[in-house]
């Protein structure tokens, strides 16, 4: 079942928002300092392409905190907003709610990547 979510997903967006992950994390990675961000969006941006079967734990202590909050203000609200849309979209139909369920999962990693791993 993971599989077939994975391929439906895929098809029906999954790319178009890993793609956009991996942009802003193009863009962290071009300063020395937004790096660490910059690789947590690529991570974030493989769970985005096959999120099925996969779930996310969050541990951080305040350096995540900190961080988060810049995160947020330079990216990170405007995948989140994203992500709540189209999960809000897919949960209209009784067949889509598993895909609105992922993108959930996925804006609350839009609001917290770092300090976040993926299971």
């Known amino acids: ?15 178009i928002g890993a793609l956009m992950w991996a942009i ?3 863009l962290w990675c071009c300063t020395v300092v937004g790096i660490p961000i ?13 999120p ?5 734990e969050y541990d951080g202590g305040t350096v995540s905190f900190l961080v988060n909050i810049l995160w947020i203000i330079f990216g990170g609200l ?3 907003m994203l992500h709540l ?14 895909f609105g369920l992922q993108h959930f999962k996925m804006a609350k990693l839009a609001f917290m990547p770092v300090g976040a ?3």
Do not use: S
């Open 1 to 15: 079942m993971k599989l077939l979510g994975n391929i439906i997903w895929f098809l029906f967006g999954g790319f």
């Open 24 to 26: 802003i994390g193009l």
């Open 38 to 50: 910059g690789v947590q969006c690529f991570k974030a941006a493989g769970l985005v392409l096959w």
């Open 52 to 56: 099925f079967g996969k779930e996310v």
């Open 78 to 80: 405007e995948l989140a």
């Open 85 to 98: 849309v189209i999960g809000g979209i897919y949960c209209i139909t009784v067949v889509g709610i598993p």
């Open 117 to 119: 791993r993926v299971v």
